[in-house]
């Protein structure tokens, strides 16, 4: 009943409470019976089709306008905030699924696609664990595609009922600041809050670090939350710890904390890491390259121990999990060809990282393809263009999602970072495809080429349009690869 559903948010007038059949903050997807939440977006404004809604057949609108109103005899109910409600009526709407699972959220700038994997998919070895995120949504190895990394309020709800139904016990989500910014994980009860790191992301929205920290910061204030697992190298982790509530259990990993890193080896098929563990030390083999990928291993093993596992358990089953698509994934080549890895790395830090990683894998040079997003955070570009020039031996700077922005001024833009001594070692090659084949080129047995980026991404996108390209499958067909 829409009363049930607005409960201790507004009150109804009288004659107004109805059945609701369903939950729409599209009004193309309104089916009789639905109540439609007309919510004002960056791009649209949902309050522009209540009509088209009331003529599908919606039964209630609810609204961020400010007074109540009548179309024909469906009533259109103001709720100041909405935004920030329609999670909780979501919640109400699916029977508070979330309750029924063990839900791990993590955030961070980067490594949150592969600390929610890696949880996941050893989690998915004793009880089934579904998975929400960049690369999808699902249980592990049978994700369906995602839109968002988190997705809107009404739909994280509508996954989690059906996760639940298909019999999940645990749930590992990506949470993206957006997310929290835009209350998408409102009524969504969480078990655990995961915190990878605080690097210079997404200021085109947020505006600045400051507004950027805080929204990440909303996941570890959440009511029901049992644990926290921090980053202790990360300067950050210390305004979270002070922000969780009471009883909340603060885990740390990293240098320091509750499971420390103790030693790391690269080898050629991946990393050796030794972990202090609160039982011991363990060692867990993986088959991730790149040094980054200790910490987020660390942080994947370290929400297993606060969930009850033995580490020396937890580091077994995460030693199986394999590489992530499109993140620092190899690429099978020959022998005497370059060893090709495929990064989503689209952040400095990020870059910085998957460059250092590779150096540590490379016998000869480090050869990496990059560009920059259109639409997007500008101060980033240069800061991208000084880490490619000071971490890679030659660096290829090319188009990556120019949106709608001129692909040569973000070149241009990425090159004012790069000092001149640096210049003899980058090309600017446009055409992404072209760019990789050149680097294939350049490379040879022991050198390590970074494509960077894109990642999972299966398209690049020009304006409005996005054109079928893969990072992946074109590395594949210049190096031979099945």
């Not at 991730?288 to 937890?314: E, K, M, P, Q, S």
């Not at 001024?409 to 760019?435: S, T, W």
Request: glycine share 10%.
């Amino acid at each position: 009943m829409l009363a049930t559903l607005l409960q201790g948010i507004r009150e109804l007038p009288p004659g107004v409470d109805r059945p609701i059949a369903a939950l729409s903050l599209d009004s193309r997807t309104v089916v009789p019976g639905a109540l439609f939440m007309a919510l004002a977006g960056t791009s649209q404004d949902g309050r522009r089709f209540i009509s088209d809604a009331v003529a599908r057949g919606a039964a209630a609108v609810v609204t961020e306008s400010l007074d109540d109103a009548r179309l024909g005899t469906v009533p259109v109910i103001a709720c100041p905030g909405l935004r920030h409600k329609v999670g909780v009526m979501a919640d109400r709407f699916y029977g508070s699924p979330s309750r029924a699972l063990s839900v791990i959220g993590v955030t961070g700038t980067n490594g949150k696609t592969t600390t929610s994997h890696l949880i996941a998919y050893a989690m998915n070895m004793r009880s089934p664990c579904a998975l929400i995120g960049t690369l999808g949504n699902g249980f592990p190895g049978a994700l369906l595609p995602a839109e968002h990394t988190t997705p809107d309020a009404i739909s994280l709800h509508r996954w989690l009922d059906r996760f639940r139904r298909e019999g999940a016990s645990a749930v590992s989500m990506e949470v993206s600041s957006h997310a929290l910014d835009q209350g998408r994980v409102a009524g969504a009860h969480f078990l655990g809050a995961v915190f990878t790191n605080l690097t210079r992301d997404h200021l085109d929205y947020h505006g600045d670090m400051g507004r950027y920290g805080e929204a990440k910061a909303r996941l570890f204030t959440l009511p029901d939350l049992a644990f926290a697992v921090l980053n202790g190298d990360d300067a950050f982790s210390e305004v979270l710890k002070d922000r969780l509530p009471p009883g909340v259990r603060a885990w740390r990993y990293g240098g320091t904390g509750d499971v420390r890193v103790q030693d790391v080896r690269a080898t050629a098929r991946g990393l050796e890491i030794v972990l202090l563990a609160p039982e011991g030390p363990v060692t867990l083999k993986s088959p991730l390259i790149g040094h980054f990928n200790v910490y987020n291993l660390a942080a994947a093993l370290t929400v297993l121990v606060a969930l009850g596992w033995r580490a020396r358990d937890a580091a077994d089953a995460l030693a199986v999990v394999t590489p992530i698509p499109g993140r620092m994934e190899p690429v099978p080549g020959r022998a005497d060809q370059p060893f090709v890895v495929v990064d989503y790395a689209h952040t400095p830090d990020a870059l910085e990282k998957a460059l250092a990683g590779a150096r540590a894998h490379a016998a000869g040079r480090v050869i990496c393809v990059f560009g920059c997003g259109g639409d997007r955070d500008r101060g980033k570009r240069a800061l991208m263009g000084a880490c490619a020039s000071r971490y890679s031996d030659l660096a290829i700077v090319t188009h990556d999602n120019p949106r709608h922005e001129d692909p040569e001024r973000i070149i241009a833009d990425i090159l004012k970072g790069v000092p001149d001594e640096a210049r003899a070692h980058l090309v600017v090659m446009g055409d992404r495809q072209a760019a990789i084949a050149r680097a294939l080129r350049e490379g040879s047995a022991g050198d390590v080429v970074v494509i960077a980026g894109k990642g999972h991404e299966e398209y690049q996108q020009f304006g409005d349009r996005r054109v079928p390209y893969s990072d992946r499958l074109t590395a594949r067909q210049l190096l031979g690869s099945p």
